[in-house]
C-alpha cells in the first residue's frame, strides 16, 4: 500500500466524511472552475454538444447553457438575480454528457460485436434454468418474501453461498496479482457523491434509493457501485504523474431500484441488492484508452477461466449514460434461458468525473490536469452465478465447479443438493 500513501490520501474516516461534507455543500462553486469551458461555453460546438446529446438519448440542453452563461455574464456578484442564474447555470451544465469516442458516435443504435470467447456449450439433454436447477437443489429462495424485503430479493444457501465466496476470493486475488490495490468503501453515500459521478437519483426512472431526509440530517443515498465512492475517495487530490495509472479495487454491496416484469429475468437476474467486485483506474489521458482495454483483457481472462461462452459489445451511444466516453459490454450465454444475459461492462469516462470531484495530477513541469477515471465490473455476483450454474449443470441436475475454484471451495467439484438446511414450505393457515 505504500503507492497509495504517497499520494496523501484521506487515512481515516474523519477525513473521509469531512471531503463529504464540502462536496455535498460547495461543490456547486467547483463545478464553475473545472467544466472544460473550452468545449461547453464554445459556440462553434454547438451543434456536434446538440447531436450527442441527441444520439445519447440524454437530457442536457447546451443551448440554455450558453443562454444562461450569457446572463451570468451580464450581473454583478451583487445583483439579487446572480445566485439564481448561477444555480440555474450550474444544473443544467451538469445534465450535458460526456463526449462520445469517434469509433463509437456514429455506431447507431445497435452495438458491435468484437468477438465471442469460450467453447459453446453442448447439451445431450434440455438445459434448465437457473430456477429449476436452484430450487430443486434447495439453494436459493426467492419466493415468499413478502414479510422481508419483497420482490427482487434472494437467500443463496449452503454450497451456492460458498461458491459465491469463492467467485469472490478468486477474482480479487486475481486484480491484487496484477496490481491492483484493494479499498473497502462506505455504501450510504451524499446525493452530490453520486450525481458528480454522472448517476440520477431524482424522479421515477432512477435506479437510486434514497435515505428519509425526515429521519437523516442529509441528503443520503445508498449506493449502487462501489466505483462511486472510490472516486469520492479521491476528491480533492492531486496525483503525482509519476503513480499514475492508479489501480483500485473494491468489493461491496450494490443496491439499486431496479424492475422488470420479462420471464427470463426472474429469479436472481435483477435484483435490488447484490455483491460486486469492480476496477477502478485513474489515469492520465494519453493514458486511458489503454487502461480501457485492460480491463477489458483482465474481465475477458476471468470470465473465459470460468469456462465460459461470452461475447465482447462495443456499446452504442444511447447505452453509455452520462459518464462514459465509452463502454463495452460482456454478455455471457445461458443455457437454460437460451439467451445471453449481460454479466460485465467497463467505461472509460475520461475527465467527467475528476473535473466534478476536482481529482488532478501533477506533471513535471508543475502544471496541474485532471485524470481520467475508468471503471469495469470484474463480477457481478447474481448473474456470473447464473451463467456458471446453467453452463456447468449436468443431466443429473448437479452443477460442476470450475477448476479455478474448487481451492476456494475446500476441493468441491460438483455442488448437489442442500441437506443441512431445511427447505421452507409455505404454509396457510387455515380459517377457523
Not at 470467447?117 to 437457473?130: A, L, Q, R, S, Y
Not at 476528491?235 to 479495487?249: R, S
Request: hydrophobic share 35%.
Amino acid at each position: 500500500m505504500n503507492q497509495i500513501k504517497n499520494f496523501g490520501f484521506p487515512n481515516n474516516c474523519g477525513k473521509l466524511c469531512q471531503i463529504f461534507r464540502c462536496l455535498s455543500s460547495g461543490a456547486e462553486n467547483n463545478i464553475l472552475k473545472s467544466i472544460n469551458k473550452e468545449y461547453l461555453y464554445n459556440t462553434n460546438e454547438l451543434k456536434n454538444i446538440e447531436e450527442n446529446i441527441k444520439k445519447r438519448k440524454g437530457v442536457g440542453n447546451i443551448k440554455l447553457v450558453v443562454e444562461l452563461k450569457n446572463k451570468l455574464s451580464n450581473l454583478h456578484r451583487n445583483d439579487q438575480k446572480f445566485a439564481e442564474i448561477t444555480n440555474q447555470l450550474i444544473k443544467e451544465l451538469l445534465l450535458i454528457p460526456n463526449k462520445t469516442h469517434p469509433n463509437v458516435v456514429n455506431m447507431g443504435n445497435k452495438p458491435k460485436q468484437l468477438r465471442q470467447v469460450g467453447k459453446f456449450p453442448e447439451f445431450n439433454f434440455k438445459p434448465k434454468d437457473f430456477h429449476d436447477i436452484t430450487k430443486r437443489l434447495n439453494m436459493v429462495r426467492t419466493e415468499h418474501l413478502g414479510n422481508l424485503s419483497g420482490n427482487k430479493s434472494y437467500y443463496l444457501l449452503g454450497e451456492l453461498a460458498e461458491l459465491e465466496y469463492s467467485i469472490i476470493k478468486y477474482f480479487t486475488n486475481n486484480l491484487l496479482e496484477n496490481g491492483f490495490e484493494l479499498i473497502l468503501v462506505p455504501d450510504i453515500l451524499p446525493r452530490s457523491i453520486i450525481e458528480n459521478c454522472g448517476m440520477n437519483t431524482r424522479g421515477e426512472r432512477t435506479q437510486v434509493y434514497t435515505l428519509d431526509p425526515n429521519l437523516h440530517n442529509a441528503d443520503l443515498c445508498l449506493s449502487g457501485t462501489s466505483e462511486i465512492a472510490l472516486a469520492a475517495y479521491l476528491a480533492d487530490t492531486v496525483l503525482e504523474y509519476g503513480n499514475l495509472p492508479l489501480k483500485l479495487c473494491s468489493v461491496s454491496r450494490c443496491y439499486r431500484a431496479e424492475t422488470s416484469s420479462i420471464a427470463e429475468e426472474r429469479g436472481i437476474f435483477r435484483v435490488h441488492e447484490f455483491t460486486k467486485v469492480e476496477m477502478f483506474i485513474v489515469t492520465m489521458p494519453e493514458q486511458s484508452e489503454d487502461a480501457l482495454e485492460e480491463l477489458r483483457n483482465n474481465q475477458e481472462k476471468l470470465f473465459e477461466s470460468l469456462g465460459l461462452h461470452f461475447k465482447v459489445l462495443d456499446m452504442p451511444p444511447h447505452e453509455l449514460g452520462a459518464q462514459a466516453y465509452r463502454k463495452y459490454d460482456i454478455e455471457a450465454w445461458m443455457p437454460g434461458r437460451n439467451m445471453y444475459g449481460e454479466i460485465s461492462s467497463c467505461s472509460n469516462c475520461t475527465d467527467f468525473q475528476s473535473r466534478r470531484l476536482n481529482i488532478t495530477y501533477k506533471m513535471p513541469d508543475g502544471f496541474v490536469e485532471y485524470v481520467h477515471t475508468l471503471n469495469g465490473t470484474a463480477c457481478a455476483i447474481p448473474r456470473l452465478l447464473i451463467a456458471l450454474v446453467e453452463t456447468g449443470q449436468d443431466s443429473k441436475g448437479f452443477i460442476s465447479v470450475p477448476n479455478v475454484l474448487q481451492k476456494h471451495m475446500k476441493g468441491k467439484s460438483v455442488i448437489g443438493k442442500q441437506k443441512k438446511i431445511p427447505e421452507l414450505k409455505l404454509i396457510k393457515n387455515k380459517k377457523k
